[in-house]
């Protein structure tokens, strides 16, 4: 029966990651590109995310650095921090109200104009990462969102230049599963561009 079970998160995996290839196809090549302008302009990459997908911003940004599974020249990115120690340096008051600025402010802090911010969110509900959104293009920064269900906040946030990359399911389970192939993608579709098909 156990065994059943986890056959069963397998074949739901397996069935998500089929059903969306074709529809993510084009935006998760998009952000490919975007990523590819910012980084070879001698700009930087802001990744962000709460929770489980801050682990996952967290392993982006390393990626961008040390490179996935080919060798490379590095590139400049960073994860923006979103732990209460940071907030409390910040001056953000740990009260709901007060959150959603953490971020921000860092993004107004840190970015410069040509700078690219990936965001990742499970729901796209969280007004942390809406607000590191805002912060973003008052900075004339373009955003990168990868993000499940409908897009929520984040994608009603969206500008022309940025880009949005949906996983179109209700279980965040699932949609993480999938952030994290599209992750991967993403670096290895700069990596493909940078240096060529691998033989």
Known sequence: MLEQHIQQHFIDSADLHYQVSQEMSESVASAVYALLACVTSGNKVMCCGNGLSWAQAAQFAAMCVSGMERERPELAALVLDNDALAQAQLGSSLTPEGLPQALARQVRTLGQPGDLLLVISADGHDRALLGAIEAA????????????????????????????????????TRVREVHQLVLHCLIDGIDTQLLGEEE
């Open 137 to 172: 293009h008052e900075r004339d920064m373009s955003a990168v969102v990868l993000t499940g269900r409908t897009g929520g906040l984040l994608a009603n946030a969206l500008s022309e230049t940025d880009v949005l990359m949906r996983v179109p399911h209700d279980r965040s």
